[in-house]
């Protein structure tokens, strides 16, 4: 643990199918819904946080044949970081 950045508690570990991630779990991984209007004269509209967590889900794992559509089984890890006292110097 002396060498370690970051400690975290892991509070929950479950399996469960990709496309069944909600809302707020999306929020959680670091997504938003956003509308993205570029000089390029692209629009793209994301709709909601999910949206964009399939697709970015499907940019890094599509070839690899776990695509969104596919739906697979994956584990989802709840954890909390914790702050360990720091040693007197």
Do not use: M
Not at 32 to 50: L, Q, V
Not at 72 to 79: A, S, T
Request: proline share 2%; aromatic share 12%; with cysteine.
């Amino acid at each position: 643990r002396w060498a370690s950045r970051i400690n975290l508690l892991i509070k929950n570990v479950r399996v469960e199918r990709l496309q069944e991630i909600g809302e707020a779990d999306a929020i959680a991984e670091g997504f938003e819904a956003w509308t993205h209007t570029g000089n390029d004269g692209c629009d793209d509209d994301f709709g909601t946080a999910k949206d964009s967590f399939a697709r970015l889900w499907d940019h890094i794992n599509a070839l690899r044949g776990y695509s969104w559509a596919s739906n697979p089984w994956v584990f989802v890890i709840e954890f909390e970081v914790i702050n360990l006292k720091e040693p007197n110097q």
